[in-house]
């Protein structure tokens, strides 16, 4: 196998970028590349759903040695169809200096289907060029193919047995058009890797399909760069890149904005924290008692809890604080246990937790979704979970509306934000600082803690109630911030 060949998944990643694909082949060790807990728990699951998926193929055969012995999975492969299984799993051709692994190849007729795997719950635009590399690799294999499909979990089943856990879609006409450029492509790519790094512009492929594992290579990372103008995002970053706009300074005057860039702008030319007169006004309705609360949970693409649909969320840890009368403030936390339906437990707690509140303060809608969704999954607590939803106060549209700091870097999250205006407040100490890696350190203990040692859960617990602690605290002094901020 030549050292610069290409895979389904590189040659993915070339369409996206030659670039990325150069960096992807040439500096396999690179930082960027290391799977963090995150991309680790998606490789996880994805295997999870591709072991699930050949269960529905009875007699199937596993093409299971070594990733690295390209030579040895084709000639199993070609072992298997001879001796006519009726269907091949991981099943391995090389043609073009291109070498595929097809997730499930089942005989049909006197030809083959070939069917991708994802753990998505709906087919993907991404997916297309994914089939049509494959397509191309078996039919210069020889071998006829009777169509394509892309098998994917369905967003109607609910756990445990409510319809089927998978859906399987025929994209055989919609990557057609992908199938064509794949031969050129093929050519274009293996050239790149054959030479020196190339250069590429900056624009949406740094973004799309998913954002580049070496953006930070590419991009300048100025506060003043267009990409943080706030809600910009990635259609509207390339498009000023087009027309030449790389920082915020060169918007053309009486350019459309909404009033929170349009603050950020007024920020970034006094390089001084901008106050509107609205914020005392608009604190009015948080002069009662209070109480804070932010979740943490767990999204699986095998639902775990009854009801619960493909990467459902549900909440599995909360954290509450709670203005006192002495002017302090008390806290108290949840964190589930076992790999039991936790939101009975938890609903129950919170209930109890937030009753003497008059209004509970959450930062984005995100609380708000999460209580009606434990209101839906424990009915016996429907209308006391229901109240609490109607207690909620949303801090984030106060900020967006009233305040930016230069370092806000166009965005209103609680870690851009509590930087600059609650100084010696943050997330460093801690060894937990992403709701991602929280969501998926919670499924570690719910569902394979058996797996780890207990010194080590015991320390993963504490850095969960840590971090989800410290989101209520943040909350708690971004509030006096601006209480603060509106009295000056």
Known sequence: MPTTFLSKSRYVIGRQCHKYLWWRVHEPEAVELQPDKVLEDLFDQGRQVGRIATERFRGGVMIDLPHDDYDGRIAATRAALDAGAPAVFEAAFRADDVFVAVDILLREGDGYRLIEVKSSSKVKDEHLPDVAVQRHVLERSGLAITGTEVMHLNGGFRHPAEGELFARSDVTGDALPYMREVPD??????????????????????????????????????????????????????????????????????????????????????????????????????????????????????????????WGQAAAQFSYHWDTPDGGVAHTAYLAEGPGDARPELAERLVKATADADRVVMYSSFEKTQIRALAEAVPDLREPLLALADKLIDLLPVVRNNVYHPDFRGSFSIKYVLKPLVPGLGYDDLVIVDGRVASVEIARLLFVAHRIPPAERDRIRRDLLDYCERDTLATVELLRSLRHGASC
């Open 185 to 310: 492509e093929v050519a274009r790519q293996l050239a790149v890797l054959a030479g020196p790094l190339p250069g590429r512009e900056l624009g949406m492929h740094c973004f799309s399909p998913r954002k580049c594992p070496f953006f930070d290579r590419c991009w300048p990372d100025d506060r003043d760069h267009i990409r943080h103008l706030y809600k910009s995002g990635p259609v509207n970053t390339a498009s000023f890149l087009q027309q030449g706009i790389r920082r915020i300074a060169d918007l053309p005057p009486g350019y459309k904005l909404p009033p929170a860039a349009r603050r950020q702008i007024r920020a970034l030319q006094t390089e001084e924290l901008i106050v509107e007169p609205t914020l005392a006004r608009d604190l009015e309705p948080f002069d009662c008692r209070l109480g804070y609360l932010d979740f943490e949970t767990i999204a699986r693409a095998v639902p775990v809890w009854d009801g619960m649909r493909p």
